[in-house]
């Protein structure tokens, strides 16, 4: 009997022992924190979507125009126009890339899609304005013409018999030519005023014509070139706006708040201060003219 009970108390402990873990190991998993209850409303924030990215448009410019648009020694599209633009597009909420686009073709890569808007010194015209829709204008611009420091230049009617450098396309060439003729072997028609320019101080031609920002741009920041500008009262006043595919209203619609929105802030009184000094009279309070564009 003594050898009989020595063998059985074991195994009772260790029921028991087996027991009281089991009971331990229950009461453990009922005290166990409950999960915390979400808090009204969290369900539908955790489950919203990201906001959808902004809107970018492609915006073509030639950007050999300084100080309107040009490259820096970086290869950064910079200028006037591309500031104005960057500032719209903050302020009415969407995103543009800059992509630089030889003028002679500009326009014909927003009529097939390839660019959303321009923005490239482009004068607002009724011949323009039947292929294309503007914004509302955001410059004022004329043209002047360019001389070397001792010419005896002093009007337009001046350069009737002399070799007259043109950017093609643009109203320097039209007005030049209607002065010269179309045909005359006298005007001479260059990719960008800043090449007419140099041919000026290299004496291929007597004059240049082009718009007042880019001609007085150049004569600044090339004094050893010894240019005079000379102005006629002949010039049509023009002025620029941003050119977008016909009928896209609601992207005009965009353009012309974030116009407007810049000018009552004074954010286009700073951009114009920085490239022109202080601003002379307001962009769009003078009527769009019909003379033709850069």
């Known amino acids: 009997m003594h050898t009989l009970n020595i063998s059985l108390t074991p195994l009772w402990q260790r029921a028991s022992m087996l027991l009281a873990g089991l009971l331990l190991s229950a009461c453990g998993k009922q005290a ?41 020694e970086t290869g950064e599209i910079v200028g006037f126009d591309i500031d104005v633009v960057k500032a719209v597009a903050a302020k009415a909420g969407f995103e543009v890339k800059f992509v630089n686009t030889p003028w002679e073709g500009i326009f014909n890569t927003l009529t097939q899609g390839d660019r959303d808007f321009l923005v490239s010194a482009i004068t607002i015209t009724d011949e323009r304005k039947q292929s294309m829709d503007f914004s509302q204008p955001y410059f004022d611009a004329r043209q002047l013409i360019a001389v070397r420091d001792n010419s005896k230049v002093a009007k ?66 090339n004094p050893t070139a010894k240019f005079k500008t000379v102005s006629d009262p002949g010039f049509t006043p023009e002025q620029y706006g941003l050119a977008v595919r016909k009928g896209n209203t609601e992207l005009m619609e965009k353009l012309n708040k974030g116009l407007a929105d810049i000018k009552a802030d004074g954010t286009y009184d700073q951009i114009y201060a920085k490239y022109f000094g202080a601003k002379k009279g307001d962009a769009a309070a003078a009527p769009a003219s019909a003379a033709a564009s850069n």
């Open 32 to 72: 166990e924190a409950p999960a915390p209850t979400p808090t009204p409303g969290t369900e539908a924030s955790a489950a919203a979507p990201a906001p959808a990215p902004a809107k970018v448009y492609v915006v073509g410019t030639d950007a050999a125009y300084a100080p309107f648009e040009s490259q820096n």
């Open 156 to 221: 337009f009617d001046d350069l009737k018999k002399l070799k007259v450098g043109v950017q093609t396309g643009t109203t320097g060439d039209e007005v030049t030519s209607k002065l010269l003729g179309k045909n005359s072997p006298n005007v001479k028609r260059f990719e960008s005023t800043p090449l007419a320019l140099k041919e000026l101080e290299a004496g291929g031609v007597d004059a240049v014509v082009a718009d007042n920002g880019v001609v007085e741009n150049y004569v600044a920041n």
